[in-house]
């Protein structure tokens, strides 16, 4: 089974907007981590936001927001707000037990003017 | 700067030479890892090292080494490439801790190609 699922291969977006990119996990460890990661066309990852398996609260950071439903094991990433530049792959990820991480195949995002 | 630094950003190789990709952070950091990433597969771990000379295999290890000497460097060895290994590699580090945030901090990748 997949560690780390999101089923949207490409996703569309006015500029100004906001967009929910989809994540599910799986995972029977209680103690496991949540990240997004923003990649560029050139090519770097850059770390967006975090969600901890005990944290009581959703994450945000800026524009970013981690929309963390634990029952249904997903961790869905809000980016209000759209702007050209949020033109990327959006990767998420789960760091599981003594750490070692997973990944998902990766979102494209395409913010329109 | 806090920054990753992997050697050769690219690199192009024949079938059954030996090489080496190097990384090195300079944040003190104890936790290091690999991955590779591949057109719809995502990224997906090499190797990883909470520590100096502790290693662990991720996800897929196979036809990879890795070393851990020194805190700041964490290279990774290609003994005999086939060109299924040819990918886009990065290096990863983080401060560790099974509670922590654990945020990892990549470096600029290297494309290899095997022929």
């Known amino acids: 089974a997949q560690k780390i699922t999101q089923t949207q291969p490409g996703m569309f977006v006015q500029e100004k907007e906001a967009v929910t990119l989809d994540c599910t996990y799986d995972?029977?460890?209680?103690?496991?981590?949540l990240f997004w990661y923003k990649q560029p066309s050139s090519g770097e990852m850059i770390f967006l936001i975090y969600?901890?398996?005990?944290?009581?609260q959703n994450a945000t950071e800026g524009r970013y927001s981690l929309n963390f439903q634990k029952a249904r094991k997903s961790a869905n990433l809000v980016i209000s707000a759209s702007q050209l530049g949020d033109s990327a792959m959006y990767f998420c990820?789960?760091?599981?037990?003594?750490?070692?991480?997973?990944f998902g195949t990766g979102t494209s995002l395409t913010v329109i003017p | 700067e806090a920054q990753v630094t992997q050697n050769p950003r690219y690199l192009i190789t024949v079938t059954g030479k030996k090489l080496t990709v190097t990384c090195s952070q300079n944040?003190?950091?104890?936790?290091m890892s690999w991955y590779r990433q591949d057109p719809g597969l995502g990224l997906r771990q090499i190797y990883y090292?909470?520590?100096?000379?502790?290693?662990d295999k991720g996800d897929v290890p196979e036809g990879y080494k890795v070393s851990r000497k020194e805190k700041r460097n964490f290279p990774l060895i290609l003994e005999s490439p086939s060109p299924n290994q040819t990918s886009l590699y990065f290096c990863?580090?983080?401060?560790?801790?099974?509670?922590?945030?654990?945020?990892?901090?990549f470096g600029a990748g290297t494309r290899l190609s095997v022929l």
């Open positions: 944040m003190n950091h104890e936790y």
């Open positions: 990820a789960m760091r599981e037990g003594h750490n070692q991480f997973y």
């Open positions: 995972t029977s460890d209680p103690s496991y981590g």
């Open positions: 090292s909470m520590n100096v000379e502790v290693t």
């Open positions: 990863a580090s983080s401060s560790g801790g099974t509670l922590a945030k654990n945020i990892q901090y």
């Open positions: 969600q901890g398996s005990y944290d009581q």
